[in-house]
């Protein structure tokens, strides 16, 4: 039997037409709320973007089980990968299709379950203060021209709204445990379109 398509909801609110958000919820995305989140300590700055990429199972595209996977949907018996991480209970605030649709799953103003133990720019906890976006892609494997224009499209709007000041990839936060994005991600074409500091970027090797 075919697993069955995530139902997406609408965000209550309506969105400010002058603003690409309501509330935490960016408008050009689909929305698809999930139960794993938490509100964030009181005084972080949300000015840190983490870059992953995921894809279930690894290097199938297209299908639902990222979605399903974020709302504790999956089927933890329809792939035998599925048993590697059965009862995994996790969430990004975002997910980029390889062609470029955006899903959001966590109000950016809340903590999402996405980052681990990690650190960065001197503070540990990573999920306290940033904002977690996966891109559906392999692990040291390419990404799409549409994904990336995506990606810089919110980053560009997650500006508008937090003190963004660094972008950095789950291997960055997380280097003895995590490498995705990988190797495959361009991180001089991501600061090419979005036009900031290198700064703001990881060192490039």
Known sequence: MPTPTPKAEAHSAAPDTASPWSGGWHSGAVHLPSPNF???????????????????????YGGTAVQELFTNALDWDAHPYYQSIRGLQ?????????????????????????????????????????????????????F????????ARLCTDLAKRYPLAHVAGHEHIAPDRKADPGCGFDWVRLQKILGWDASRFPPIP
């Open 90 to 142: 996790v969430s990004a605030h975002f997910f980029v299709r390889r062609d470029g649709t955006v899903w959001q799953f966590v109000d950016c103003d809340q903590r999402a379950w996405h980052a681990g133990a990690s650190w960065y720019r001197g503070r540990p906890q990573c999920n306290d203060d940033s904002i977690g976006i996966e891109l559906e892609g392999l692990e040291g494997g390419t």
């Open 38 to 60: 938490g509100p964030r300590p009181a005084g972080a700055v949300t000015d840190l973007v983490v870059v992953h990429s995921i894809s279930l199972p690894p290097g199938a």
């Open 144 to 151: 799409e021209p549409a994904q990336y224009a995506a990606l």
